[in-house]
């Protein structure tokens, strides 16, 4: 199992200062809140509320790994559009979808090579499931009950290490200011 964290401190949740991303005590990226522009930003502090959610996702060679902007309608349940650049810098285009019927938690499927990913909230504090056909990839947390609130993945497949941006970036995208 490897362990991966990041604290996003005292911050705001549309705040774009730079979160550091570690694998125990290594840095091994950055996640960071972007705007089109001024505008967007405004809106999106004041009136809309989280509704031009974008993130990007860089190594600690300043690569962008992840890119993710929400595509979502104003009636519609929440989607975004994602570019992800793998270990061999093939640029991959996903689609994260809420897919719920019933459930109060979002349920997000997307395509990744051909495979069918699903990423489930449990329960409100509990960890939140990243799998593929019932078998658990990763967990990620949102730890409140600690001053600055701490983020933990746990990955539980090492044969997904080399995919870590990709799933930090699916988690922190749909649940890390899940409205």
């Known amino acids: 199992m490897y ?18 991303l570690f694998q ?13 522009n001024w505008i967007t930003q405004l809106l999106d502090t004041s009136i809309l ?3 031009f959610t974008a993130y990007e996702i860089v190594d600690v060679n300043n690569n962008i790994k992840f890119k993710s902007n929400e595509s979502s309608s104003f009636f519609g349940k929440r989607q975004f559009n994602v570019t992800y650049f793998d270990v061999n810098s093939i640029e991959h285009s996903i689609i994260l979808k809420d897919v719920r019927k019933f459930h109060f938690s979002p349920i997000v499927e997307f395509n990744y090579r051909e495979v069918t990913y699903t990423v489930t909230r449990k329960e409100r504090f509990g960890w939140t499931e990243f799998s593929i056909e019932n078998q658990i990839i990763a967990k990620w947390k949102q730890m409140n009950m600690t001053l600055p609130s701490e983020i933990e993945i746990q990955l539980v497949n090492g044969d997904y290490l080399d995919d870590i941006f990709l799933i930090v970036g699916v988690f ?8």
């Open 172 to 179: 922190h995208t749909f649940f890390y200011d899940w409205r």
């Open 3 to 20: 362990y991966f964290k990041y604290s996003p401190g005292f911050q705001f949740k549309d705040s774009t200062k730079p979160i550091d």
């Open 24 to 36: 125990g005590s290594r840095r091994i990226g950055i996640i960071r809140r972007v705007y089109k």
């Open 49 to 51: 509320k989280n509704w």
